[in-house]
């Protein structure tokens, strides 16, 4: 108890060196915790948007297709759709059947993807088509509705209630058209999809190809994304009983996405780097100012009789109290700024354009944290254990003084 008081005391001689350093620990522990949750709340809101517009938290597809999208690589997945469904932690299981083809209006024509979806399942999750009223939707799986992307309408040069013709090859070989109605519009804020994209009943879409009753992917959305890797082992246990089937997780089915997010926080980590750097730096200044002031202090403490190891020990646990005091303020700093990005969030609406695109996945201009408390106990125990081992140098530095030496210092 003697140590804790003595040293206690000592941190505090400088009062305005001490509270320097310390604010400049709490802040860069603040700004690294506050930094951390918001890109937390930020890549939560890009996954969560990106899976339910694209292939899910987990996918299902044919075993190569992923990889060659080639659209020959199709399963029946009716049954498949009721068993996931059934598994404990699955919001919704979206079949969906992507065709390649060319839309032609009395004016132009476009090379579109074509992608038939189940229209009652699909609007409730897609956030693409939530926007839409229930009259803007696909009516039914083999109804000739069809939801397309506002680009290629301008570009088609036709109207919401007008007809235009998609053709695709068939199975067989040949060429195979259908008539469709503009039944909706979707205004995605991406260039590629809103001027691709044409939505239509699964039935409908089979019809074009020749495929009725098959899916290119089963998209599965969790109601939690922490379930991802429980629910993904039941699926593949599942689906083991179909050869020629995998299911894989999100990060693989979207690696643009995946790659963009480890890109963007790899970059974050060098910079959290850099400020737990100069804070190292800040504390050896600090501790080893403090040892040059004490030196006739210490030299006197060694000639009654106290040890070098006596002394490293005071440093040290000064270390130790600026660095857990810091990381309480810091921590409780961080939590306060945390809590209002949660609330308020960053608005970039007057900063950026109309929509906001990273990774192919378009998201909110309103940034918003989340809370990740167990990240933000390890970045206040990696500083306040950074702030301890910044003492040693200081502290050997204190060791190595002689009773004659320190004495004689003025």
Do not use: C
Request: proline share 3%; hydrophobic share 50%.
């Amino acid at each position: 108890m003697d140590h804790l008081f003595l040293a206690w005391k000592n941190l505090w001689r400088n009062r305005r060196r001490t509270i320097i350093t310390l604010a400049a620990i709490a802040f860069s522990i603040m700004l690294v915790q506050a930094a951390h949750n918001l890109s937390y709340g930020v890549y939560a809101g890009m996954v969560d948007s990106g899976v339910r517009a694209g292939s899910g938290h987990i996918a299902v597809y044919r075993q190569n297709y992923l990889e060659s999208r080639d659209e020959t690589l199709h399963f029946t997945g009716r049954n498949l759709i009721t068993e996931i469904a059934a598994i404990a932690g699955v919001e919704e299981v979206l079949p969906r059947l992507y065709i390649p083809a060319l839309a032609q209006s009395s004016r132009e024509s476009r090379g579109v993807m074509v992608i038939g979806v189940d229209p009652q399942r699909e609007r409730g999750i897609n956030p693409f088509l939530k926007a839409l009223t229930a009259d803007s939707m696909v009516r039914a799986t083999d109804s000739r509705d069809a939801v397309i992307g506002v680009r290629l309408l301008d570009e088609l040069q036709i109207k919401p209630g007008q007809k235009f013709v998609v053709t695709a090859q068939h199975q067989d070989g040949t060429l195979h058209s259908e008539l469709l109605r503009v039944r909706g519009v979707v205004k995605s804020g991406m260039k590629d999809i809103d001027g691709s994209l044409i939505m239509v009943g699964l039935e409908r879409a089979g019809l074009l190809t020749g495929s009725s009753g098959s899916v290119h992917e089963l998209s599965v959305i969790l109601a939690n994304s922490n379930d991802e890797e429980t629910v993904l082992d039941q699926v593949s246990t599942l689906i083991a009983a179909h050869p020629g089937i995998e299911a894989v997780n999100w990060e693989r089915a979207m690696p643009n996405l995946a790659n963009a997010i480890k890109l963007d926080y790899a970059s974050q980590k060098f910079i959290f780097l850099i400020i737990l750097l100069i804070v190292t730096i800040g504390v050896i200044n600090t501790l080893l100012m403090s040892v040059m002031e004490r030196m006739r202090e210490f030299g006197v403490i060694l000639a009654l009789g106290s040890k070098p190891m006596t002394l490293r020990i005071m440093i040290m646990t000064e270390a130790l109290m600026l660095g857990l005091l810091a990381a309480t303020v810091g921590t409780l700093l961080g939590s306060l700024a945390t809590w209002y990005l949660v609330d308020r969030g960053i608005d970039l609406a007057a900063l950026v354009p109309e929509t906001l695109e990273f990774g192919g996945v378009v998201f909110d201009p309103i940034m918003r944290a989340s809370w990740d408390p167990v990240w933000m106990s390890k970045i206040a125990g990696y500083v306040t254990g950074l702030t301890l081992l910044a003492s040693l140098y200081p502290a050997i530095k204190a060791g190595r003084i002689t009773p004659v030496e320190g004495m004689r210092h003025h």
